[in-house]
């Protein structure tokens, strides 16, 4: 099973009102199959390689959505640094049986995260294949304090994409690098982009998880054909072809097509 270095994602899942309708959604998506975990949880797999997981929601109050996990080896140190750092704890410290110990948090501006100390689980099996978590980047309105609280919980040094002539031209986005790593696109492991006047006032802040597929425009067709929206066509974007979708749910969550090098290679 892959290691994961300290504040590197290391698992996503989706919480859903009807479990069974997920995973006939995501399996016709992605070709994912399923096993059942504890409870209403059922783990995902692509490839015969965990992947992620769905579960059914226990309260109606919850959110739809897909949530993103950073990897820890100090739970209790993470806790302490993010309310050192002005984040708030939602859920605190609780074992997964064997598994690991996760927690949930919000960031300053509101985005809600998940920690997760492996224990027999360390998080994905497989990344940065088609069929597999990519990417992630927190959205938000509260851009100075946000950066400063990723930065210090988690020690990241931030990269500003804002190259005159790229995607990213006008836009104001920081690519995050782990500590002891040259910041830049080689090292990324997520992004903070910031939620605009332009979007109603009422949207809140959030991550988007990315998937990688072979074929964009092919996964947003099919996507629809599923039941499932578009919220943003498919574009072109410096690190390959990106859209963003909805489940039949609502859950939020976002594709990339990655560019082909000139060996005929995917580049992720």
């Given at each position: ?71 820890t080896d ?34 300053p501006g ?50 500003d994409m ?107």
């Amino acid at each position: 099973m892959a290691a994961f270095a300290p504040s590197v994602p290391c698992w996503v899942d989706a919480r859903l009102p009807d479990l069974e309708a997920g995973k006939r959604f995501y399996g016709e998506l992605f070709g994912w199959t399923f096993r059942a975990g504890e409870g209403p949880y059922a783990d995902a797999y692509s490839g015969g390689r965990l992947v992620g997981a769905l579960s059914a929601k226990r309260d109606g109050r919850m959110p739809t959505g897909w949530e993103i996990y950073f990897a820890t080896d100090d739970i209790a140190a993470d806790t302490a640094r993010i309310r050192a750092a002005g984040g708030q704890m939602v859920t605190e410290p609780v074992p997964a049986g064997r598994a690991g110990v996760l927690a949930q948090a919000a960031d300053p501006g509101g985005a809600v995260f998940g920690l997760w100390q492996a224990g027999d689980r360390a998080g994905f099996e497989k990344r940065n294949e088609p069929g597999s978590f990519c990417w992630t980047e927190v959205y938000t309105r509260r851009r100075d304090e946000v950066d400063a609280f990723y930065e210090s919980v988690f020690g990241y040094r931030g990269t500003d994409m804002d190259d005159p002539g790229t995607a990213e031209s006008g836009l104001d986005f920081r690519m995050w690098s782990p500590a002891g790593t040259q910041p830049g696109p080689d090292t990324a492991i997520g992004g903070r982009s910031v939620i605009t006047d332009a979007f109603p006032a009422e949207m809140p802040s959030y991550f988007l998880t990315y998937f990688a597929v072979e074929d964009c425009n092919r996964t947003a067709g099919h996507t629809v054909r599923l039941g499932g929206r578009i919220s943003a066509p498919p574009f072109d974007i410096p690190h390959g072809r990106t859209a963003v979708l909805q489940d039949d749910q609502g859950a939020v969550f976002a594709v990339l097509q990655p560019p082909v090098s000139e060996k005929g290679q995917s580049e992720l």
